[in-house]
Nanobody
């Protein structure tokens, strides 16, 4: 059974940093794309970043230059380093795995398995 567990969320002041981790189990994920999404209260889930099986990276314009996605295949873990955080980054952050790639890492429907989410709160 595939399981994704996020960690590393918390409360941070604007301008600060956090590193989210997503530990995967149940399969070997080195052949799959991985993504991070977020959802703020009253808003739709939105794309944040993704990393392909061969380490190509993709970012939403709103986080480009501030966030960095990486993966450690030996640990079956994907990371999201978040720097220069802003209050508008406040959301629940979810990681996801794309087993059956069909064309766009930017869409939630592309992904096959999801974690339970971790809360990130940025105070002003």
């Amino acid at each position: 059974q595939v399981r994704l567990v996020e960690s590393g969320g918390g409360l941070v002041q604007a301008g600060g940093s956090l590193r989210l981790s997503c530990a995967a189990s149940g399969r070997t994920f080195s052949s799959f794309g991985m993504g991070w999404f977020r959802q703020a209260p009253g808003k739709e889930r939105e794309f944040v970043a993704a990393i392909s099986w061969n380490d190509n990276t993709y970012y939403a314009d709103s986080v480009k230059g501030r966030f960095n996605i990486s993966r450690d295949n030996a640990k079956n873990t994907v990371y999201l380093q978040m720097n220069t955080l802003k209050p508008e980054d406040t959301a629940v952050y979810y990681c996801a795995v794309d087993v059956y790639y069909t064309g766009s890492y930017y869409l939630p429907g592309e992904y096959d398995y999801w974690g339970q989410g971790t809360q990130v709160t940025v105070s002003s």
